[in-house]
Structure formats: C-alpha cells, structure tokens
Nanobody, 125 residues
Framework: QVQLVESGGGSVQSGGSLRLSCAASGRTYSPYCMAWFRRVPGKEREGVAF???????FYADSVKGRFTASQEHAKNTLYLQMNNLKPEDTGMYYC???????????????????WGQGTQVTVSS
C-alpha cells in the first residue's frame, strides 16, 4: 500500500506561483512513476506532470516551460513548482503513484493505482 498526502494549494493571481508537495509513505519501491493530475468540474482528469524513479519527466503541453516536477528521495516527497499561473490552471490537483517507471510515458490516469485526496489551486485573472 502507498499513501499520498498533497499540500500547498491556494489562491493566487494570474502570473503568480505555487509549489505543491506530495508526501508519500508505505511501500514506495522503485521503479515507480509519480504524477500530478488536475480536475476541473465537468472535464476529464488531465495529466500535468510525470516523473519516474529514474528522474525522467513528462509534461502536458499546456504546462511545459511553466511547471516543474521534482522529487526529494530522502523525504519521499514529490513537488510541483508552478510558475506563471493562468486562470485555466485552476482545479483540484492530485498526486498519483504507480509501480513501474515506464507508465510515465503513457500519461494515462487509468494506470495509476494510488491517489491522494487532492489540493485546490485557484488562479484569478
């Protein structure tokens, strides 16, 4: 079992920055893929950023150049640094975990078996 707890969400104005954190505990064995997804009411979950235990990252086109995923292995923590935020980045952000680093390339929410409770990000114009 893997437990994930997100934090760091909040409300910012357009152009601002936030850093999300996801603390992982339990059987977080390598290789794995960790990811950030977001959901807006009425829309499908969108994969935002993916990072494997090997450090390889993948990003949605909509956030490339603005968002950066990183991980601190000593703390079992995943981060998402979000810069130049836009109103369309508003949503509930979820951290996800799945064994197997190759899943990152697919950027598919359906392959992830472990999810956090989410943290809300609101960007006002």
């Amino acid at each position: 079992q893997v437990q994930l707890v997100e934090s760091g969400g909040g409300s910012v104005q357009s152009g601002g920055s936030l850093r999300l954190s996801c603390a992982a505990s339990g059987r977080t064995y390598s290789p794995y893929c960790m990811a950030w997804f977001r959901r807006v009411p009425g829309k499908e979950r969108e994969g935002v950023a993916f990072i494997g235990s090997d450090g390889v990252t993948f990003y949605a086109d909509s956030v490339k150049g603005r968002f950066t995923a990183s991980q601190e292995h000593a703390k079992n923590t995943l981060y998402l640094q979000m810069n130049n935020l836009k109103p369309e980045d508003t949503g509930m952000y979820y951290c996800a975990f799945q064994y197997g680093a190759t899943w990152c390339k697919q950027m598919n929410p359906n392959v992830f078996g472990y999810w956090g409770q989410g943290t809300q990000v609101t960007v006002s114009s």
